[in-house]
């Protein structure tokens, strides 16, 4: 026997009244009702949301929804008769525990300024009917009314695209309609502003005389193109000083596998007075000290990359008035690399690049090197 009776529309002629949708549970005197509808103006569109609604509740009440739980005694399957907006919010769900915390408050708020418009236009329309079209102009409304540059468009379009492809990993809709949304054309942007001899001698000597070791992992990241992030989660099993490598695992990087790192001369030389084969195998190299001097030495605790980032900002952007990102020292690192003579393929394998394009975003001077061979090489006639 059903729990439920069907849902129906209560309406009026006078369109100042309150519309609503609404049913009975388990024979309750007192009905659920479903408000929203008197924010469409007409007659005939309130009506066809009206149905719409009905039919939206009709379709999950039918596959299994209790609406007082808000769960589904038949499983996940029925997440198909889902609304748009909580079948997204379901799949960002669903995806939390595949990626990081930040990557989830990106994708969180993304959702959050797309919803508005959703609720505007498609609040009553199944998942399984949402189209390229509809995705369309939900982005274009929120683009107006937040004012996104391309940038900021392209992003969300790129985290929309993910959240709507664990809809399709759970067989909820066959295809991803935001795939072949394409991304409004960018600002050429110039090369990534790097330090210049006179900031480097000036960022080294600061950083040294405040937190020498917080220097160390700086220079990690410039001599290895480690990304910050995994320079933090390095740990002393990962670096071998005797064949001079250190294997990055895939579960901390962004490769499919794992990577492996040469540790020249310098680096050597720096691990070594660090004394790093004190600690045990499990210490991270840059770890978290209850004394923040000591942090970034080897710690059975790691540090945020938040924290680190936050010191580069106050030691070189406040204290000393230079506008670079730490980011920046894998840029200079490439940059120094080949104004040295290291090739843009051994460069690409350093850093774990899928492709020269890719590393040549890091590696600004590259242009010069190239201009200048063609000046010292050219032929004459």
Not at 28 to 35: A, D, G, H, L, Q
Not at 220 to 236: D, Q
Not at 273 to 299: A, Q, T, V, W
């Amino acid at each position: 026997m059903k729990r439920y009776s069907e849902p129906k529309i209560y309406s009026s002629k006078d369109l100042k009244k309150q519309w609503y949708v609404y049913f009975y549970w388990d024979k309750s005197i007192k009905s659920i009702k479903y408000y929203g509808l008197n924010s469409y103006k007409t007659f005939k569109e309130r009506m066809f949301q009206a149905e719409s609604l009905c039919e939206a509740l009709k379709l999950k009440l039918d596959s299994g929804w209790n609406p007082i739980e808000n769960t589904y005694e038949k499983g996940i399957h029925e997440a198909k008769f889902m609304l748009i907006s909580e079948a997204l919010y379901f799949a960002l769900e669903k995806k939390k525990s595949k990626i990081s915390e930040c990557t989830f408050k990106n994708y969180k708020s993304t959702l959050d300024l797309i919803n508005p418009s959703i609720m505007a236009k498609f609040s009553y329309f199944k998942i399984t009917e949402i189209t390229r079209k509809h995705i369309l102009e939900i982005l274009e409304d929120t683009k107006s009314a937040r004012n996104w540059i391309p940038n900021c468009y392209n992003k969300n379009l790129g985290y929309l695209k993910a959240i709507i492809s664990e809809l399709v990993e759970w067989e909820i809709i066959p295809l991803n309609p935001a795939h072949l949304i394409k991304t409004l054309k960018e600002p050429t942007k110039g090369p990534k502003k790097t330090l210049n001899q006179d900031e480097k001698q000036l960022v080294k000597n600061h950083i040294e005389s405040i937190i020498p070791s917080f220097w160390n992992y700086c220079l990690l990241i410039y001599h290895t193109g480690i990304r910050p992030k995994e320079a933090l989660l390095l740990t002393n099993e990962m670096v071998d000083l005797f064949e001079s490598k250190i294997t990055l695992p895939a579960s901390i990087t962004k490769d499919d596998g794992d990577r492996i790192v040469p540790i020249n001369k310098y680096l050597k030389n720096m691990f070594l007075l660090m004394e790093i084969n004190r600690f045990p195998k499990h210490y991270y190299i840059f770890g978290r000290s209850d004394n923040k001097f000591n942090n970034f030495l080897p710690s059975e605790s790691s540090l945020k990359r938040k924290y680190a980032s936050d010191l580069w900002h106050k030691l070189v952007k406040s204290d000393l008035g230079i506008n670079v990102d730490l980011y920046a020292f894998k840029h200079l690192g490439a940059n120094e690399k080949i104004l040295s003579g290291v090739s843009i393929d051994a460069l690409k394998e350093l850093y774990g690049h899928s492709s020269t394009l890719m590393t040549e975003t890091y590696a600004t001077q590259i242009k010069q090197i190239r201009q200048k061979e063609i000046l010292e090489n050219s032929p004459d006639f």
